[in-house]
Structure formats: C-alpha cells, structure tokens
C-alpha cells in the first residue's frame, strides 16, 4: 500500500512567491497533520484535521500560511508570500483515530525540502 | 523552549556497543512514543508508552516510562549500523484536549562499524 504522499519533494522558490504544498495521506486516514521541521526549532505541528475539518490551528505562524482539507485524500498548505525564514522540511502525516490522537500511529510523508531564497 | 528535552544531542559509536537515549520534561504526559527519522524521510514510530514504570522491548531497544510520566529513556543493546538515525521523543501532555504531540529536538545516533 501507498504510505503518505507529499508534493513536491523540493521546492525552491524566491521570496514574495506563492508556495503550495500538497499532501495524499493513507486511504481510510481520518486524521492529516502538517509539520514544520529545522534545525533550530525541530518538529512543530502546523495544523490537525479530522475528518477533513481543521481541529487545531495554533501553530499556524502567521497569516501568510493556510492549509485546506477538501476532501479526505488531498490536503494543501499554501504560504503567500514566502519568506526565507520559512526554509524548512514540510511533513505531513496521517492516522486513524480521533480525540486520543496521541496513541495513534502517524504515518509520516517524506516531506517537502522548502527553499525560500 | 522545548517542552521535552532530549540527551545527548549527539552520539557516536562502534558497532556492538549500548547506548542510551533521555527525554526528560517537568511535565506530566499521558502518553509518550518514539520515533526514528533516516536522511530524507519522514520519522518512523517504534514504539508508544502510556503507563507510569511501563518498560516495551522491540529486538534490542528497550524502553522505559518513567513512574512520574514526565521523563523516558531509549537504550539499544550492541547496536548495529542499521540504528544510525535521528531519534525522536513526542509526548502528549496530561490536561491536552485531543492529544496533540510535543516532539523533542532530537538526539542523532550514528553508529561506525
């Protein structure tokens, strides 16, 4: 079986430009998670959907970054406008479950190499 | 700051000998787990705890739980160059309302043959 999907794999772009990021998780998932990884802060969650419906939103870091969840298989993280300092690792992972997301496994998705120049 | 904080930060060692992982915090979780991330790809769960004391074995990794559930460590006995790779502990706060991870920064093993 497929795991997570994400796309694109990398992306380098120039400050002010729109950057999306797409996200499949697995089939018959329930809950989608976007992370945000560096070296400075490692991995923080951006946004939890369940059941395609945005659950926490907390660590949104500004209003340059939205994510959409239309439909249970395809979820987008879109920044407009990019900035350098939003260089990072973009992961999305999924699982099945619902209010004890922390017992769950969450699949994780290779991630999106994002290079804001 | 992060709420969990992982040592060593870094690791190395030969092939054959143990090594032990800490994940510490001041606060209480409900659950902790463990993840392992290689080069370019996401983290891997090995393994969930969610008792006080509890104690899991996966082949030579053996984790622990501690009483108070605010602290776990992660040893691996005679590792092998196949457990080289950044391990990660995430814990779910105590008083969260759906269980969101608080991840640790991280404590990269490398293991040399």
């Known amino acids: 079986d497929a795991g997570v999907i994400q796309s694109p794999r990398h992306e380098v772009t120039e400050m002010g430009q729109e950057v999306t990021l797409r996200c499949k998780p697995i089939?018959?998932?329930?809950?989608l998670f976007w992370y945000r990884q560096t070296m400075m802060r490692g991995l923080e969650l951006l946004i939890y959907?369940?059941?395609?419906?945005?659950?926490?939103d907390s660590g949104m870091p500004e209003d340059r970054f939205s994510a959409k969840m239309p439909n249970a298989s395809f979820s987008t993280l879109k920044i407009q406008p990019s900035e350098p300092r939003d260089s990072a690792v973009y992961f999305c992972a999924s699982s099945w479950g619902g209010a004890a997301s922390s017992i769950q496994t969450q699949y994780f998705g290779p991630g999106t190499r994002l290079l804001v120049l | 700051t992060q709420l969990l904080e992982q040592s060593p930060q870094f690791l190395s060692i030969q092939e054959g000998e143990n090594l032990t992982v800490y994940c510490n915090s001041s606060s209480v979780f409900s659950s902790l787990q463990w993840y392992r991330q290689e080069p370019g790809e996401g983290p891997v769960l090995l393994v969930t705890?969610?008792?006080?004391?509890e104690v899991k074995k996966l082949k030579r990794l053996t984790f622990q739980f501690g009483d108070a559930r605010k602290d776990s460590s992660l040893h691996i006995t005679a590792a092998q160059t196949g457990d080289t790779g950044l391990y990660l502990c995430?814990?779910?706060?105590?008083?969260?309302?759906?269980?969101?991870?608080?991840f640790g920064a991280g404590t990269q093993v490398v293991v040399t043959p």
């Open positions: 089939s018959g998932h329930n809950s």
């Open positions: 959907f369940n059941n395609n419906v945005p659950i926490d």
């Open positions: 995430a814990g779910a706060l105590r008083d969260d309302s759906w269980g969101k991870l608080q």
């Open positions: 705890v969610v008792t006080g004391g």
